[in-house]
C-alpha cells in the first residue's frame, strides 16, 4: 500500500504563499496520478488539482485556477502544490491522494486508492 505524507501547511496572511508537499517513501510516484483535496470545518471533501501519471498533464477547479500550481520531482519523489494569493477561503485540510486509473481530470475521491494524512492550511489575518 502507498503511504502518503503531506507537509508545508500553516498559517499565511490573505495573498500570502504556501507550497505543499506530497511524498511517498520505497514506491515511486511516478506512477500515480496524485490529486489534491480538501476539506474544510462543515463541508464535504473537494478536488482542486491533480497531475497524471502520464505525459503530466495537470487539471485545476476553477477557484484555484491561476492561483495554484501542481508539480511534480521524480527524483525526489514529490508532488507539489504551490498556492499563490491565498483567500480566507481557501482555509482548510489539504490531503494528497493517490491512484494508477486514468482519471482524465481531478475525479472524486472515491476515485482515489491512497490518501495522507492531511495537513491544514489557515488563511487569515
Known amino acids: 500500500q502507498l503511504q502518503l505524507v503531506e507537509s508545508g501547511g500553516g498559517l499565511v496572511q490573505p495573498g500570502g504563499s504556501l507550497t505543499l508537499s506530497c511524498t511517498a517513501s520505497?514506491?515511486?510516484?511516478?506512477?500515480?496520478?496524485i490529486g489534491w483535496f480538501r476539506q474544510a470545518p462543515g463541508k464535504e471533501r473537494e478536488g482542486v488539482s491533480s497531475?497524471?501519471?502520464?505525459?503530466?498533464?495537470?487539471y485545476y477547479m476553477d477557484f484555484v485556477e491561476g492561483r495554484f500550481t501542481i508539480s511534480r520531482d521524480n527524483v525526489k519523489n514529490t508532488v507539489y502544490l504551490r498556492m499563490t494569493s491565498l483567500k480566507p477561503e481557501d482555509t482548510a485540510i489539504y490531503y494528497c491522494a493517490a491512484t494508477q486509473k486514468v482519471i482524465g481530470g481531478i475525479g472524486g475521491p472515491n476515485e482515489y486508492d491512497d490518501w495522507g494524512q492531511g495537513t491544514q492550511v489557515t488563511v487569515s489575518s
Open positions: 497531475i497524471s501519471n502520464s505525459r503530466e498533464r495537470t
Open positions: 520505497r514506491i515511486s510516484l511516478s506512477y500515480y496520478t
